[in-house]
């Protein structure tokens, strides 16, 4: 009888799209629907703006402030690493984090301003690698069909149209493409099924590995 498992750990789910993708109610419902199992989860994302650097980003983010594309990048990638310890701890003391948007936005979005992809990535090299990435596919057209594009910098049809292009050169085995034109309770229902796949291979020991691999 093993009593307690010590590689046993909290799954970590990303959730990643344009935006108006439906991305950030599907991570609400994902974090009541594991804690109405008696999991261990919290719900965090990036950018965090409550930092100090996040509050550049969101200054940034929202035209009050102008900075140089790689700085930007940079400052995105620093408010990652900001919360790796906490992140590795939160994983480790078992509890499963549900993050709305990752490195794989950082790239995406840098590398659709034109910024070499290579360049976009190495910041982002040694964080933690998610254990599953949820893509939630939406053309752009249909995103910005849906409304409530909130006048931040990105949030602009052409600008979503090159971001598209640059997530799909980020694919890799990690990732599950849902398409998020369904009704919210279908896209809900795989994504339930896949994060509850994930939090029981990371209770049995699943290792954790780092970016990219
Ligand atoms: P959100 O708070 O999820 O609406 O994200 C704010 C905006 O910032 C959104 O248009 C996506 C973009 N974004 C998120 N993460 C990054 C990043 O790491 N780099 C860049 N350049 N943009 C990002
Ligand atoms: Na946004
Ligand atoms: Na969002």
């Not at 499963?96 to 950082?106: A, F, K, N, P």
């Not at 006048?151 to 398409?179: N, P, T």
Request: proline letters at 3%; a neutral charge; hydrophobic letters at 35%.
């Amino acid at each position: 009888l093993r009593i307690g498992n010590i590689d046993s750990r909290g799954a970590l789910v990303v959730l990643e799209g344009l935006d108006r993708c439906g991305k950030t109610s599907q991570c609400s419902r994902l974090l009541s629907y594991l804690e109405g199992l008696g999991h261990s989860v919290e719900l965090w994302r990036f950018p965090d703006r409550t930092t100090s650097v996040g509050q550049m980003i969101s200054a940034y983010l929202s035209n009050e402030s102008h900075l140089d594309d790689h700085t930007i990048h940079l400052l995105f990638s620093a408010n990652r690493w900001e919360k790796r310890s906490m992140m590795e701890a939160k994983l480790k003391a078992g509890t499963t984090l549900i993050v709305d948007r990752y490195s794989y936005s950082g790239v995406a979005f840098s590398s659709a301003k034109g910024i070499d992809i290579e360049w976009c990535k190495a910041p982002e090299i040694g964080l933690l690698a998610p254990d599953s990435v949820l893509y939630l596919d939406i053309p752009p057209e249909k995103a910005a069909e849906r409304g409530g594009y909130g006048g931040e910098r990105y949030e602009h049809l052409e600008f979503q149209r090159k971001v598209a292009q640059c997530y799909q050169m980020l694919r890799d085995s990690s990732w599950k493409i849902i398409d998020a034109c369904q009704s919210i309770e279908d896209v809900e229902k795989q994504l339930k099924e896949i994060v509850l796949d994930q939090v029981t291979a990371c209770k049995k020991g699943k290792p954790l590995s780092l970016l990219w691999s």
